[in-house]
């Protein structure tokens, strides 16, 4: 059965750090859904009601449009899903309004203190929690982790740091005409362990 929270509780927390993936949904008016899996080491709780996420450049930056779209200026809706693939069973959804926060932004070095920064990190988003959904999981199933994918970190680290913010300088719109603001800042950050 679900239950609403107005804010996370420590037993959500100990929930969402025990998860290795997390899944990020927004929506704008007249635009496609945008969902999107999440891992690395890229979540934090900074309060009870504020969370952020470490974002690294890829395909797109439909969650940066998204959040933009918000025409009343306190930042786009956003939907932040964690389901326990362990015992016991559970889903965690954070409903809030997020910013994307560059890396020449005011609030970008209290943000980035969280996080260790990883090749290719172009924005953290910065969200306010306006309600958690818990409910059963029931119908998630039992998995575990094998180890984290470096792919897009090892892609990042061997990127050319010129070319990289060119490339994403020039993502500037979301798949449905969108404004974005991309960055145009390299940040090498630090492999993370294999674990090989």
Request: charged residues 25%; hydrophobic residues 40%.
């Amino acid at each position: 059965m679900a239950e609403f929270f107005d804010a996370l509780t420590e037993r959500h927390v100990a929930m969402i750090a025990a998860q290795s993936v997390f899944f990020v949904a927004t929506a704008a008016e007249d635009a496609r859904i945008n969902l999107s899996p999440k891992g690395y080491d890229a979540f934090r709780v900074l309060s009870p009601t504020r969370v952020a996420y470490l974002d690294l450049g890829g395909s797109g930056n439909e969650t940066n449009a998204h959040l933009l779209a918000d025409d009343e200026g306190h930042g786009g809706r956003i939907t932040l899903m964690f389901c326990n693939f362990q015992q016991p069973a559970q889903i965690l959804r954070i409903y809030g309004r997020g910013r994307p926060v560059l890396p020449w932004e005011r609030d970008w070095d209290e943000l980035a203190a969280h996080f260790t920064l990883l090749p290719g990190t172009r924005q953290i988003f910065d969200i306010a929690v306006e309600s958690v959904q818990t409910s059963c999981g029931y119908g998630v199933p039992l998995m575990s982790l094998e180890k984290e994918r470096l792919t897009l970190v090892k892609h990042h680290a061997q990127s050319d740091p010129v070319e990289w913010a060119g490339k994403y300088k020039r993502r500037r719109e979301s798949i449905d005409g969108l404004p974005a603001r991309p960055t145009d800042r390299y940040i090498a950050g630090v492999m993370p362990d294999s674990g090989e």
